[in-house]
Nanobody, 128 residues
């Protein structure tokens, strides 16, 4: 079945940067697209960015476009989210998930029902 483990969260000032990492184990990462979602206190979980298994298509939420960069290194079995120019509204627990459909050749709308196998999350706190 495999698992995903997020890391790299922390406390940062507004305008700062963090790099989150999603480490895959127990399954063959190149077969799967990966999603990053986040959930702030009192809010629903929302999509941040998603990447297809080849890395050829990346979806970004409007709120993070131009600030966040999603990349994958299948050899290292990681999918990283570089977060720049962080804002207090980026404060949330960040989760990565695996696409349900193995070997998908389709692009992604980053819809929640396309992904499962979520990790335990990593906390990101941005102070103003």
């Amino acid at each position: 079945q495999g698992q995903l483990v997020e890391s790299g969260g922390g406390l940062v000032q507004s305008g700062g940067s963090l790099r989150l990492s999603c480490a895959a184990s127990g399954f063959y990462l190149p077969y799967y697209g990966i999603a990053w979602y986040r959930q702030a206190p009192g809010k629903e979980r929302e999509a941040v960015a998603c990447i297809t298994r080849s890395g050829g298509f990346i979806f970004y939420a409007d709120s993070v476009k131009g600030r966040f960069i999603l990349s994958r290194d299948n050899a290292k079995r990681t999918v990283d989210l570089q977060m720049n120019n962080l804002k207090p509204e980026d404060t949330a627990v960040y989760y990565c998930g695996r696409r349900r459909e193995i070997l998908s050749i389709a692009s992604t709308t980053c819809a929640a029902d396309e992904y499962n196998g979520w990790g335990q999350g990593t906390q990101v706190t941005v102070s103003s």
